[in-house]
Structures are given as structure tokens and as C-alpha cells.
């Protein structure tokens, strides 16, 4: 059981009000944490704002209670105005830094208390504060951690909110950081009526054909270098239209390069519809990604981490990041 700063049990319980954000293009440990939670806290009789960006992708459309979420600056302000600042929490999750808040962050900072709940090796802190444990596997098996100790029985639905959070961190318990708690927790999360099945067809079994042509189009630019210890693939804003797939729908293109036997550095350098570029890193063996991630401004974990360029080119991200990885290796 991990050590919670006394300070986020006594905050929650004695606020009426919680806002609850996380950082955008979220992720399965992103929206399984933060829908799981709100679940979780509305089951301690709070009113919850659980404010995302944008609405959930169709990747991640089965996560019950998607339909709490809510997109709106303006009712996130008056939802806080209303409550009384005194009475309301907001709290961040999963979030590595303030700037990944995304176009909400200045709205969400202004409030106190600010807590922020996250597992990023190379965390910047923001809010007023935090609870880190950048062993942990995810957030989901934090906002687990908290849930037991405020003594709160998880219903079915923020149970498998925070499996799917857990499994998609852990890449299906594959890596490095699922721990003999994160399986005692995946137990528990089954026993209270989670079925792995069921989570695995509607993460892993669910995809689009767009998605699987633009798969396609991706894996054609797979390149390796420095004897195969390097793969790249890349992506283009053509190959977007092209496939006419959503941007979310390249969540995990980048293990295809690094399940090659000779690769101990993989990354996948996206072109985005915005006109900035980024790069997703992913590492096996002695490579710490999230040190090369920091110098480019970005952040993340030993294994996997990511950054973004603006107003550079793709072959000019290229050309960096080869040179980048040629230097880690
Ligand atoms: P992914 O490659 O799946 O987008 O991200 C891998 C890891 O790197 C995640 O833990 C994610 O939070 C982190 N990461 C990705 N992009 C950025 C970024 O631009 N800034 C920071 N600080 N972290 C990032
Ligand atoms: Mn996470």
C-alpha cells in the first residue's frame, strides 16, 4: 500500500464540489482514471466536473460513464462559481506538466485547492499538491490506492474504468513497471466484476478499417539504422487523409518498430493536422527515452516518452531525432 499525503483524503472528503482533469489526447490510464474517479467520488455523494478537451474517441467510447465527461470552459467556471471555491477540489491526473492540461490549464491553476495525482518519471509540478509515485504503473492503480484508503467500495463500472486504465499503462502487465501489487490490484478489480475478456475485445479487438489502412501506410515508412538498434516510422498529415482515419487512431503504432528483435530504441515522429510534430519514444534494454524526451522539452518514463516540435519540418524531426537516439545508444 502506497503512502498518500495525508493532505488528498482530508481535501476530498471535505469538499462537495471535485473537478477532475487529466492531459489531453488522453490515454487509456487518462480517461480509465478519470471516469473511474468520478464515478468513485460521486459514490462519496460529490457533485463532479469531469472536464476533458474534447469528446472521448471512438477508441475509448465503451468506458462506462463517458457521458459525465464534459468539454465546456465557461460551465467549468460556473460549475466552480456556484459551488463556492471554498467548497470545491480541483484535481489533475496523469498529467507529466501544467502545459499538458491543454487549452483549460490557465481556467483549471486559478482554482485551490489544486491536487495533482501522477506516475511521470521527469514530473514538473504544478497545483498546490502532489502526490507522485513514478513507480507506480499508472494512474489508475493510484486512484485505487486512494479509493481503498477512504474506504470506499468500488462499484462495477469505476472498476473497470480503472482496469482498463491499469492495462492499457502496463501494456497488458508486459512492462517494466507492472509490480506484484498491480496484479493483486487487477485481481481485486476482477473479483468485483471486471472480465479481462471483455476489456481486451474492446481495447485491442475494436478497431476501424481506417485505423488498419493507415497501419498500413505507417509500417511502409518503418526504417532502422545503426544495425538495427534504432526503428523509425513516421507519419504524414497526407496519410491522414489518405486513410481518413483520426489522429487518435495511431495509439500503439509505435511497439511495431520496437518489437523488432534487434531494435532497443524505437520512435514514431507524427505529423499533426496543427502543423507541429510529435514524437513518440519507446525503449527496451538500457536507453532511457525519458532523458532524451527532457532535453527536447518533453517528458515521460525510462521506457516510454514523447515530445513535440513546432515549426519544424517532418524530415527535419527526423534528421534531429536519428541523430538524438544515434547519441543515447
Ligand atoms: P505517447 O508516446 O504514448 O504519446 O507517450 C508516452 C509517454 O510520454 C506518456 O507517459 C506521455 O505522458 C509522455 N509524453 C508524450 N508526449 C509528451 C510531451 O509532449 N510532453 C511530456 N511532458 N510528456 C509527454
Ligand atoms: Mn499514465
Redesign the pocket.
Known sequence: MKVIPKVFPDTIRSATHVVLAT?VNP?GDALGSLLGFADILQGLGKKVFAYLEEPVSSMYDFLPNCSIAQFDTDALQDFVQQAGSENTVTIALDS??AE?LGIAKDILLSNSPFLTIDH?QGHRPYGDELWLESECSSTGEMVYELAQQMGVELSVAAAFCLYVAIVTDTGSFRYDCTSPRTLRIAADLLEKGVRPAEVAEQVYDNYTLARLRLMELVLSTLVVHSTGRIGIISLSAAMLEESGAEPQDVEGF?NYPRSLRSVEVAAFIKETKEGSV?V?LRAKGKVDVAKI?ADFN????KN?????FTGKSLPEVQAEVLLALQNAL
Not at 304 to 308: L, P, Q, S, Y
Open positions: 492531459h490515454d507529466g506538466d499538458r511521470h509505435v510529435s513518440s524526451a518533453g517528458g515521460g518514463h516510454a516518452a514523447g515530445f513535440r
